[in-house]
């Protein structure tokens, strides 16, 4: 095969054609800060073996969170994932990265993916759901786009209780369409002052529960003042599985819930890919980003799935789309789909149980350490601790005597002025041994 290299003259007319000067030009709405000033410095060749010498070397300065007492969280989290999960989603009907673009054919993949729908709806306590969007911070960007079109406002009201990589995920949508968003102050003991904040200009206020310190949230108030002013109340999770355990969103008022749903199905997986959860109230279903899977009957009565409702650009005009955001991988949702089937009803609200137990435990324990404050009232599995010391310091030390102890706040909200603050999660996967390690451990630190 021939290779055409585009000449000087070919570059030069397809830029002044986009109307800009150099290559440099179309990088300019990313910070510079960013950018690479250079080329990596690798070697120019290696064999394979070496490669794989050098890379086990770097994989190995990891600690595996199944290695060590493991209380890490801030929007993701180490459940338990049973092993028939992994294993069905390998069956080769199922497995593949992404949606097929020829859904009609593949009933298998429709079915799932209406199933999914129905959990997420079950789940949150709304009318209808979408088939996933790519993870919880994009969701909740495409819910305050999905709000504007609404209410056919442009003012986005964010708490202060909201994870930080969401708000930016939210600033960086709504600053390429010139969309307002007001961002509390990071609010650590939920008594923020929301309600102010709302008016008759204010498309949607989205409000975290359980928040990113780990407070859990009443709603309902929120939601009464959205709605007398015209506003949508965005309810937002990062861990589903307190949906288990706390009044759905849905039940409290919201009109549209998302979250991340990595805790169900998935691994942490170095952060991705993860599985976003979008629902809303069913009046506002030809709003709703994404895709929709729908039951219907063929021309001979049999039971049949089929996409609906799907205003991408790919499927109408760019100007009519609500969206071109699509599914996330589509073996994460089948994965999240087989473990909320294994689990059911009371499996779930049994495992969310479990999570708030091994929580208040440690909670119990760490406040009896010197130097060490729990500042929450309420908490599902995860709270803030306030330490005698800056929380990045005492991470690393844990990290040396083998607890992973925690997200420092300082590395979610640097330069806030909370570099005492340490965000500490539990799960069903903690034990006695873990508590009482991480206690020792702290110990020694402070």
Known sequence: MRYLPLSDTDRGEMLARIGVKTVDDLFADIPKDKLLQGLIDLPRRKGEMEVERILSRMSARNVPASSVPFFVGAGAYKHHVPATVDHLIQRSEFLTSYTPYQPEIAQGTLQYLFEFQTQV???????VANASMYDGSTGTGEAVLMAHRVTKRRKAVLSGGLHPHYIDVVKTLSDMASDEVVTLTPDVSATEDLLSQIDDSVSCVVVQSPDVFGNVRDL?????????????????????????????????GADIVVGEGQSIGNALNFGGPYVGLFAAKSKYIRQMPGRLCGETVDADGNRGFVLTLSTREQHIRRDKATSNICTNSGLCTLAFTIHMTLLGEAGLTRLARINHANAVKLADLLSGVKGVEVLNRTFFNEFTLKLAKPAAEVVERLAEKGV???????????????????????????????????????????
């Open 121 to 127: 709806a079950a789940l949150t306590g709304m009318e």
């Open 220 to 252: 309902k108030p929120i939601a009464e003042k959205a709605h007398q002013h015209g506003a949508l109340l965005i309810a937002v999770f990062t861990e589903v599985v307190s949906l288990g355990l706390l009044q759905s969103p849905g039940s409290q």
């Open 404 to 446: 992973l102890g925690g997200v420092p706040v300082s590395r979610l909200l640097p330069g806030a002025g909370l570099d005492d603050l340490l965000l500490v999660a539990s799960t069903e996967v903690n034990t006695d041994d873990d508590r009482a390690a991480f206690v020792a451990a702290l110990k020694e630190v402070l």
